[in-house]
């Protein structure tokens, strides 16, 4: 199947600082990346569909200005945590599209995920 | 967007059969169902896709009934290495925005 990658794997931070998360699709393009948040036992929150060359959509109760994305090429999308918290720790993760071969329907491919932890 | 509902957690022994049911009563006609794999601190992985019948790979099986309400993933002789939490998740993928349900724990005993 189709590889996403994310850089980095992990990262501590401390609270006020911006961290930035890469995500690549390795062997394909991609025109659509999404941004999913998730919480220990819990679910992907969906935080944003990020669309290259335009701008990001996102989720209600998701902070545009604290969650920068950027889609600058249809092979990487970027999440910016701005002012990162203590309550911003959480393990994110970002998906790319990929058209199904014969034809049907997209299928998301994700990527490993980053761990962020605020102190 | 298509609601999802699954059993909340499983447990099967090693090299049986495991099946696991997902609920999707309003799917609309140009939805599919796919099932992803996570396991703790991983990104999910795509294990199946269908949208009708049955489907087949060399991981599983997806089962779908003619009114497309549920769908079943069948995963032959399972290992402990199966043991990770299952979505099922509905929708005209790739553009247009998913959500995930709660998923299925599944636990392989010995």
Redesign the interface.
Known sequence: ?AV?S?HPSWVICKSGTSVKIECRSLDFQA??M?W?RQFPKQ????MA?SNEGSKATY?QGVEKDKFLINHASLTLSTLTVTSAHPEDSS?Y?C?A????SGG??????????T?LTVL | LAKTTQPISMDSYEGQEVNITCSHNNIAT?D?I?W?QQFP??????II?G?KTKVTNEVASLFIPADRKSSTLSLPRVSLSDTAVY?CLVG????Q???????TKLQVIP
């Not at chain 1, 599209?97 to 199904?100: D, G």
């Not at chain 2, 601190?41 to 795509?46: A, W």
């Not at chain 2, 005209?92 to 553009?95: M, R, S, V």
């Open positions: 199947g996403v994310q025109t659509t999404f999913y679910s992907l929150m969906l569909t989720e393990f993760i998906s599209t990929i058209r199904t049907g329907t997209d299928t998301q491919y994700f990527g490993p995920g761990r | 140009n599919y796919t992803y601190s991983q990104g999910p992985r795509f896709q949208y979505y005209a993928l790739g553009y925005k998913v959500t995930f349900g709660t998923g």
